[in-house]
Structures are given as structure tokens and as C-alpha cells.
């Protein structure tokens, strides 16, 4: 088992560069499978989740390739439309599939994914808005089956705005017979770099980005190349470990526009943040000031993704914050490990109270889920003496060499066996 040994209570300076998004690239790579031929996408971030989908990618036949941050997919000689199972238990995304499969070949074979860590992360919407497009399904033990002659666009009302069904839908509906709608859409930048691949193969998409989008059927698509967006998360990681550590840093490529609402908490805390030509520079020098309650929702609200690396913030902030958890209902494993460490943290039902200390202890303390595990980095960055990270196979999820990149701010985080 791998840790990391983190010496902390340096503060961060230097420069450092974003990759590219997992949850842009994700579904972007799915997408390839819509239509046969060889797709080029770039800036995809090297992460245990992308070699995952291309694993899925791969089981269905296509020949995948990387060389440095492009992968190359051939879809064309898919021979299978079922997503093996152990794969779809090792990685929720591989449900990306459905709505391209359901697209280019009218049926897909896939098995419902577990919950997880985070919350029971249904699939409901999933399902009633393919069955809405024509898709019918049948379930028999753990594998449910979807098929459609012919998918027929329609008008589909999200319930909640999933971003996971958001993206299922459009896929599904790129050679739908007639006008898709999706109303209560989610409108994360993610999804607008969908609908550009999308509409980059041939497909007509518009208002991604909006609570609405439009998707009219077209006949046939090509393949493409694309780039994918810069990684808002791992960009908002580094500008909390900055501001919870103190110091300068400039973080090239990161997008101050996908990240407003967590620039505007950071501003209120006392940090400096200013967007230039290519990106962000961040700097803090001084204790961050609590910031009453914060409530995460779905975008352009303040993202559940980084609930955890501000909470690091704020458990060593002058005076008491909360902050209310909507998206997912398991999402602060994370607080019984930062108390380890000394913080001052209390949960009632969605919210957490925290009562804002002089300073987190190094301690023992162990990554439940992927987010989870780059606030403990950031703890042990902030705290006094050493902290060991455990469970690295969650943060080796999202983050490349987390300790690397830290390092280059002038961490000190060493990985063990
Ligand atoms: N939900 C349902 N039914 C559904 C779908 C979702 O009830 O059919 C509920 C979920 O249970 C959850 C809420 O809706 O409580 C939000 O789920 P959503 O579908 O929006 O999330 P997702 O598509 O499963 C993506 C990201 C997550 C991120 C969430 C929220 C990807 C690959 N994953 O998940 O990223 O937290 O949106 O922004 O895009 C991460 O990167 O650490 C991560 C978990």
C-alpha cells in the first residue's frame, strides 16, 4: 500500500500548469464510440479513471492510443454494445456509453453501478429520460438491456439537473429523429465542451451552458478532433491548498470563469485572486476569515467537488462558518479525518459546523473518496509535523502525482511504499 508523508506548515509559491479535465474527457471519449472513425483528443489528463474508459473503449472494440495528453480513438470496428461488468462496478462513468451506443447501434447492455462512498448516486433520470427518447429497457438480475429502432426527439424534463444524465441525453439524442429538448439541464462547463465535440462530429446542439438545450437529429457525423478544457477542479484544489498554506501562486490555464463562485468565497476570506492572459495568480498573507454558511449546488452554485479542500480553509479560519452539503448525502467522510487532526468540526444532518482553530496537527488519517483525499493533502500541508495519507487509489483518481504537483510549489510530500 502506498502513502504519502507530508512534512507541512510550508507556504506555496511558483508556478504550476492545469491539465485538462477528467469530467470534460470522460464523456468526451464515450462520445467517440457515436460514430466509426479516428477521433484525436487532446489535453486529456493521465488519471486511473481515463485508462479505465479506455479499457470500457476498448473491450467494445475500438483501438485506442495515447501519446503524451492526446488519445487517439478508432471506433470504427465496434463488435460489442455491452459494458463489461467489472468495469462498470470499477468506474460510475462507464454509464457514459449508454447514450452514444443507443445513438449508433439502437441497443446496449450495461448493469446498474454500485453507490458509493459519496451518496446512493442514482440512475433514475438516466433511464426516464432515454425511455422518454424511445429506449426500452429490461432488466433481468444485474443487467439491464436498452433497445430502440429508431430514437425520437422530444421534449425531456430533468427533475434535478444531473450532469451525468444531462450529457447521457444529448449523446443519445445526436441522431434522434426530429428536435431533442432538455429543460432543467445541468449547465457545468463540462457539458458546453461536450456539445462542442458533439457538434464538431456533425451533430446540432445548441445552448449548453443554459438550462435548456436543443438537440435536432442529424443523418450522419464524422469523426473529430478536440481539446479538452482545463480541469476546474484541480485548478480550485490548488487555489485553496494556496490560500489554507498562505504564499503566491499563478496557475497557468486555469479559467477564473468556471470557478467564480469559489473565487468570490476566497475573496471573502482574504485571499488576493486575479485572472490574467492564461490564467489565475492567488495569493494570501494572512489568517482567512470565516465566511458565515456556504451551500454547494449544482452550477453555476458553489461546487460540491470542492466542498472539501475549502472546508481545510475554514477549520483554521478566525471565527465559525458552515456549510451545507445538497448534492450528495455521504459527503463529509472527510470531517472524522480533519477532527484527527485536531479541527474543531461538527454534522448535523446536510450541514457541518466548523469552529475555526489556530492550527490542524499532523496525524495518521485516511482517503475515503476522491475529493476527500485532496483536502487531507491540504491538511497535511497546513498542519504542524507529519501527516500520512492512506487510500491513495481514490486521489490517484483525479489528481496526477498530487505530490509532484505540490512539490514544484515547494511542498515537501513524499510517496511510500
Ligand atoms: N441523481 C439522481 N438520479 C440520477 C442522477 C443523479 O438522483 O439519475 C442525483 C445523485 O444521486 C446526486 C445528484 O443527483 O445526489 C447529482 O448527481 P449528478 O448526476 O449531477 O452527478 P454525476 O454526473 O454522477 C458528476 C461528476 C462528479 C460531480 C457531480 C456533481 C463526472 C464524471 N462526475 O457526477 O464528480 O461531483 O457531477 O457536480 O462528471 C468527482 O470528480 O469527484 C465527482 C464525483
Not at 444485474?142 to 441525453?169: H, Q
Amino acid at each position: 500500500m502506498e502513502v504519502l508523508k507530508i512534512n507541512g506548515g510550508i507556504k506555496l509559491a511558483g508556478t504550476v500548469k492545469v491539465d485538462g479535465a477528467k469530467n470534460a474527457a470522460l464523456p468526451i471519449l464515450a462520445a467517440t464510440t457515436i460514430v466509426g472513425g479516428t477521433h484525436r483528443i487532446s489535453n486529456v489528463p493521465e488519471l486511473r479513471d481515463i485508462s479505465t474508459m479506455m479499457q470500457i473503449l476498448e473491450s467494445l472494440g475500438c483501438k485506442t492510443r495515447r501519446d503524451d495528453d492526446v488519445i487517439t480513438v478508432d471506433s470504427t470496428g465496434i463488435s460489442s454494445t455491452r459494458i463489461p461488468e467489472e468495469l462498470m462496478m470499477k468506474m460510475r462513468s462507464s454509464i457514459f456509453l449508454m447514450g452514444p451506443l443507443l445513438a449508433r447501434f439502437g441497443e446496449v447492455e450495461t448493469f446498474q453501478p454500485g453507490g458509493c462512498a459519496i451518496g446512493e448516486r442514482k440512475m433514475d433520470i438516466h433511464f426516464s429520460g432515454l425511455e422518454d427518447l424511445g429506449v426500452e429497457f429490461v432488466q433481468s438480475g444485474d443487467s439491464i438491456r436498452g433497445k430502440s429502432e429508431r430514437i425520437i426527439g422530444t421534449a425531456i424534463k430533468l427533475r434535478f439537473p444531473s450532469v451525468g444524465a444531462t450529457e447521457n441525453l444529448m449523446m443519445a439524442a445526436v441522431t434522434a429523429e426530429g428536435v431533442t429538448t432538455i429543460e432543467n439541464a445541468a449547465r457545468e462547463p463540462e457539458i458546453v465542451d461536450l456539445q462542442d465535440f458533439l457538434n464538431g462530429l456533425g451533430a446540432k446542439i445548441s445552448g449548453a451552458g443554459t438550462s435548456t438545450i436543443s438537440i435536432t437529429g442529424v443523418d450522419s457525423l464524422r469523426a473529430a478532433e478536440h481539446r479538452v478544457i482545463p480541469d476546474r477542479i484541480v485548478a480550485g484544489t490548488i487555489l485553496c491548498a494556496t490560500v489554507a498554506c498562505g504564499g503566491s501562486v499563478d496557475i497557468l490555464e486555469a479559467r477564473v470563469d468556471h470557478i467564480e463562485s469559489l473565487v468570490t468565497v476566497l475573496r471573502e476570506m482574504g485571499a488576493d485572486i486575479e485572472s490574467h492572459g492564461n490564467g489565475i495568480r492567488v495569493s494570501m498573507h494572512e489568517r482567512p476569515s470565516a465566511i458565515g454558511e456556504l451551500r454547494t449546488g449544482p452550477y453555476p452554485e458553489f461546487p460540491t467537488d470542492l466542498q472539501s479542500q475549502v472546508m481545510v480553509i475554514l477549520s483554521i479560519a478566525s471565527g465559525d462558518s458552515s456549510i451545507r452539503e445538497t448534492i450528495f448525502e455521504s459527503r463529509f467522510q472527510h470531517v472524522e479525518q480533519l477532527r484527527l487532526m485536531g479541527a474543531d468540526i461538527v454534522i448535523d444532518g446536510e450541514v457541518a459546523k466548523i469552529h475555526g482553530i489556530d492550527g490542524l496537527k499532523g496525524a495518521r488519517v485516511a482517503s475515503t473518496d476522491l475529493r476527500a483525499g485532496a483536502a487531507l493533502v491540504i491538511a497535511g500541508m497546513v498542519a504542524s509535523g507529519e501527516t500520512t495519507v492512506e487510500n491513495l487509489n481514490h486521489i490517484d483518481r483525479g489528481y496526477h502525482r498530487i505530490e509532484e504537483l505540490f512539490n514544484g510549489l515547494g511542498a515537501s510530500i513524499k510517496r511510500e511504499s
